[in-house]
Each structure stands twice: as C-alpha cells, then as structure tokens.
C-alpha cells in the first residue's frame, strides 16, 4: 500500500539531513567536532540513600574527580566524560532498572557499577543482556568474577576481593596469635551474606594459619541492629581471648562504644577488619587503644607521597577523608581512561579487550602498580595490609602489608576447591 | 539451638547477673519508646507510627546540644523537651486532623513525616552516621557484682528511667491531670462537655509521648550511632513491646520491655540463630493466652 504520511515523512527527513549536508558542507569543521565532541556517557548505578549513602556518595565522589582530570587533559579526541548517577537506595532491583535505563534511555556507553554485593550481581545480569562494558567496583563478593558461571565478558571488578582480604586478615590475625598467645577465639559479624561469608574464610584460614587456635562461641546480629548488649554479655560469659568481626559502619561504631563500657577490651583483642576506614575512625570518640584492623583506606598506606597527594585533594574537594569505596572507583576511572587512550575508542568489545591483562601506574598499588588479571577479570596488586589503631591520625602507625604470593597460592587453592578452576 | 550453654548460664551467678543487666538495659530504652506510643494509643486511639522518627530527632538533637556546651544533663534536658515541642506541633497541624478518620490515612500521613524528617535529617546533619561517645562522667570501668558486669552509664540509665516510669505512673493513676487525660480516654465528647479543652489535653498526650521518645533517643545516643532512618529498628520491636504489654497500657509497656529484654538477653545464649524469631514466638504466645496483651483491658 502507498504510505502518505510515510512518504512525507521519508520527505521531510530527506530535507533535513540535505539541510544538515549543506550546512556541513559550508561549516566544515564545526560539523565534525560536533560529532567527536559528543560526550562519553557513563552511567553510575550506586547508593546513595539509606544508611550506607555516605559510601554511595563517596563513590561518586571519586569518579567525578578522575573524570574532571580526564576531561582537564582534553578527554578522548575532545570527547569529555559525562557522569549520569541515579540511587538504587541498595536495593537489587532498582540497581537493575537503572543500569537498563541508563543505558537504553540515557545512552550510557559505560557502566560504572558502584552498588554493594547485592545490586552488583543484578547488575551482571543486565550487562550479560546488553553487552556494555561495566566495571564493578563496590562487590567484594569473590564469585562475582571467580565463578566463570556468573563471569561476563565486558563486566570486569576494581573492588578488592573477599577471598584476598580474608587470606591476609588470617595470616596477619594468625601471626598476631601465635606471638601472643591468642588461642580461644570468638566471632561477632552481621547476620546476613557478607558477614557469614567474611567471617567463614577468616575463621578458615586462620585455622590454617595457626591450627591451635579454638572456636569458643559465635554471636550473630541482625544487620544495623541498635542495641549489641546482648551479644556483648555473650561475648563476657565466653571469654574469648581474641574477637572476630565483620561489622561495619554505623554497627561496629555502635558495638565499640557498648563493647568499651563493657571492658571488654580489657580482656579480649579485637580484629575488626572494618575499623581503619575514615568515617569509621572519625566516628568513635573513644577509640579504645590496640584494636587490629585491615586498611580499608589510609592516606599513609601504601606510605607513597601519591596515596597521600591523591588522598589530600580529595578531601580539598569535597571536605572529607576518601572512603573504601572511593580508592576503588577513582581505580575504575584509572583503568578506564588508560583502555580508552590505549584503543581510542569506547566501544565495549575493544575496550574489554584492552583490559585484560592490564597493568596501570595506581597510588592504591602495593608496588605503586595494579594489574587488571586477564584470566577473571579482577584487579590484584592493590595494597591490603593490618595493623594497630590508634585514635588519631595516621590512625594506623604501623601497617604490616600483605604478601601477593601468598595470596595468589592460596586463592589458586580455594578456586580449585570451589571448582572455579 | 544450645540448651547446654543456656543451663550452664543458669547456674552461674556471674551469667545470670550479666545477662539479666544486660535485658533491663535493653528493655529501659524500649519502654520509653513503648510506654509514648502506648500513652498516646490509650488516649486519642491513633496509632503514632512516626514514633520512632521522635526517637530520632530526640537522639540527633541531644548530639547537637552535647556538641555545643558539652553537658549531656543539658543535652538530655534539651532533647526531650524539644521533641516534646515538635510532637505538640505535629499533633496541632497535622494529627488531630485525622482523628477519627481511617487508619490508612493515619498511617499516610506519618509515613510522610518519617520520610520528610529522615531527608531533613540527611540535610542538617549528613547522610554519614555521627557517634556522641560516652560523657567523660560515665568513662569509668564498669562495676563487678557477684561476678557479673554492669556499666557505670547503664546503671544510670535503669535508675533514670525507672524514676520516669514511677513519675508517670503517679501522674496517670495520682493527679487530678491523669484523671482528666483517663476521663478523655474513655469519653472525649462528656469530658468536653464538663468543660475540659480536650484539644489541649490530647496535644498534652502526644506532646508526652514526644518527650518520652526524646529522652528515649538522648539517652541512648552516648552508646549507638545516629544515622538518617535510625527510629524504625526500635518502632518494630516498640510495637512488639506494645501488643506484649496491651495497647494503651504504660505498666504493661514497662513489663512487656523488660520481657523483651531479658528474653533477647537469655534466647542469645540459648539460640544465637533465633533471637529475633524467640521474640516474636514470645508476642504469638502472650496474645494467644491474652489477646488483648498482659496489661490490656478486655474487649
């Protein structure tokens, strides 16, 4: 059938785009660069309500603040990055819909996927569908990029991985017991995935590490639970001469501060892996000397003068301290700008290509450099390390680094047992 | 489930001292929370379901007040009264108007003040979580009773809040005020008629209510952090306590918190794994022995 309306459409189209060939022709350039200059659109699913925004929040902090660098150095062939944020509040299905809207609607061509374990792997799902290239870098959870089941090929991971920070938590934990004399242990981690899968491979590997060492009692509160009166009185009855936690946050601020008026320090060692994070150093007004805890982040670790200058305009910034979360996704944007330099490009397939196997200059780097590993698509070379808390800056004087051969010969293990490999 | 662990708790003095401090602690904070809830329930027959935002502000405005003179009696002082302050307004402007209308838009119109104060909340005082820490007063190393641990603060605390609860308690069943507050609660139209303003008693209800989740949140703010949304944990188990005690009922109020308090206190011990489940078992077993809740009034 003849099509009216079609053709005067076809019509009128065809007038436009003569239109835009003349105007093109007698503009030249501007024409052009109009095309070149068309920004790159990354589109940020993260939290940023509820009661882990501050980290949401930081997140887009440091994404912001390596794409103005970017941009500042004249971008990709003049094309400058355009940050699109949108709150999935950390819930899983939001974390969907908005990595689908941003990139069908907004024309998002990467994703920066800022989102906690549990929006994280909604997230994989609509990467695997729609094959943009995504950096996750909030997860810890190890099979995120461990499992070639959940594997995608153009999601890729700059978070540190559970299975590194439990190896080096036990093995520093395990060091600290056998020099102290730390046999009866207990645990006290928030119920919910994170904290059992954390507190599980801990507990693991420190038996490893040191096998003497007894488990005496576990407690288990609810995930932001107010009051920790309960556990902590358990916690008493059981006298563990060390204690395990995987709280975080608000939690662990809460426990410390009813834990010390308790004593409970007096006669227990904390190993909190969580503590030595900014907002949760800055949060306890008592600070109870002597707790171990892991570097979320430090400026003074790794102790290299760009850790420090990265850490200072931070906070010249925006006013704070950077997060965990936001060393990992200025390391995101890091790998980012270095794959498209290197492809001069942002489709996702050649940008994922580039990526693998790739080794970036990194202040978070413990040798100063992070390599994104070829095999599961996932970040290692970056600074892990324990040490002792103090309540004032550098918070933790003394850090003793993880070793990546180590960690490297026990995950090849654990992948094997978990039939990853 | 560890009956062998819960038995060995139960023959020794230092446990059961340790575990049942611990259960009052936990249950003083809940009955103020639960007994403004309750009081206000038993008066105006409306259920106050931004309760715990009082709690909230209570716990945000001590934080403040403590920052800036650096004296937690002010602090609490300050805290309860300006929540009483705000929960007078909130009832004048915005609750009597519901009075008597469906529960649904009761329960809309204090999900849209939870929501509105937990934004106001992020604006004033940001979306990271804050910690008072302990007045230097209560930082002092806890007390040993026969073998059993209690904190110098918490000690406070039980002493405080008992002293509230025999205040209100006089006030409800002693003065010439809780025989107006009762005689509203039973008929409004005939106190109205005595020529008793129950506008002014009922704002006079819900203002208490407030003051009482202030203090409530003041005094719990040296020992657990403030965050945005920080009410609605302590609204659930308020609830609980609530139903457990009967609705309306300030003396039920004090014994259903004190239950839940020693039982999250013994059921960790005794199961780790069902603490929270043990508690909402214990509310299923009350109301089916007492519908109406142990201190509840029949029908």
Partial sequence: ?421 | MDFEALLSCFSSPSCVITQTTGGLISGMLLFLVAAGLSLIFGTLKVVNFMHGSLYMLGAYFAYTVYALSGNYALAVAGAALGVGLFALIFERLLMSRVYGSDVLLQLLVCYGVILILDDAVKIIWGAQFLSMGMPPAFQRPPLFIAGGVLPVFYLFLIVITLLVAAGLGFLIAGTRIGKIVRAAAINPTMTSALGINTAVVFGGVFALGGLLAGLAGALAVPVRSLVSGMGFSILIESFIVTVIGGMGSVAGALVGALLIGLVRSFGTIGFPLFTDGLMFLFMTAVLIVRPSGLFGKEG
């Fill in chain 1, 1 to 421: 059938m003849f099509d009216t309306k079609g053709t005067i459409r076809q019509r009128r189209n065809f007038i436009k785009a003569a239109g835009a060939l003349t105007g093109a022709a007698g503009l030249g350039v501007p024409f052009i660069s109009r095309a070149q200059n068309k920004p790159i659109r990354i589109g940020v699913p993260t939290i940023l309500s509820g009661r882990v925004a501050q980290l949401g929040i930081s997140s887009r902090n440091a994404i912001s603040m390596e794409a103005e660098k970017f941009n500042a150095a004249g971008g990709l062939g003049g094309r400058k990055i355009e940050i699109i944020t949108r709150d999935s509040k950390g819930k899983p299905d939001e974390a969907a819909n908005n990595t689908r809207q941003l990139i069908n609607s907004e024309g998002c061509e990467i994703i920066i996927s800022a989102e906690s374990s549990a929006g994280a792997f909604a997230v994989q799902e609509v990467i695997r569908e729609l094959k943009v290239l995504c950096i996750h870098t909030n997860s810890e959870t190890s099979s995120l990029s461990a499992d070639p089941k959940i594997r995608v090929p153009t999601a890729f991971r700059t978070a540190r991985q559970g299975i590194h920070d439990a190896i080096v938590s036990a093995s520093y934990a395990g060091s600290v017991a056998k020099a102290k004399g730390l046999k009866t242990w207990m645990s006290c981690s928030p119920d919910y995935a994170y904290g059992r899968d954390n507190t599980s491979l801990f507990l693991e590997y420190l038996k490893r590490f040191h096998p003497e060492v007894e488990l005496v009692g576990e407690a288990w509160p609810k995930l932001f639970q107010p009051d920790y009166t309960e556990n902590i009185t358990k916690i008493l009855q059981a006298k563990p001469q060390a204690l395990y936690s995987a709280l975080w946050a608000g939690d662990l601020v809460s426990f410390v501060d009813q834990a010390s008026i308790y004593g409970l320090f007096m006669q227990t060692s904390l190993f909190a892996i969580n503590m030595a994070d900014y907002t949760t150093l800055t949060a306890v007004k008592n600070l109870p000397a002597g707790i171990h805890s892991a570097t979320r982040y430090i400026k003074t670790f790794p102790a290299s003068s760009d850790n420090a200058a990265w850490a200072d305009s931070y906070k010249a910034e925006y006013g704070d301290y950077p997060t965990n979360w936001s060393w990992e996704n200025a390391l995101a944007v890091g790998f980012l700008v270095s794959a498209m330099r290197k492809t001069k490009s942002t489709d996702a397939t050649k940008l994922a290509g580039a990526l693998r196997g790739m080794k970036i200059k990194s202040p978070f780097g413990a040798d100063g450099t992070i390599t994104m590993r070829a095999e599961d698509q996932t970040t290692i070379g970056y600074a892990l390390g324990w040490g002792m808390t103090i309540p004032k800056e550098p918070y933790v004087p003394n850090v003793t680094p993880g070793d990546w051969k180590t960690i490297l010969e026990y995950e090849t293990e654990w992948k094997k047992k978990m039939g990853y490999a």
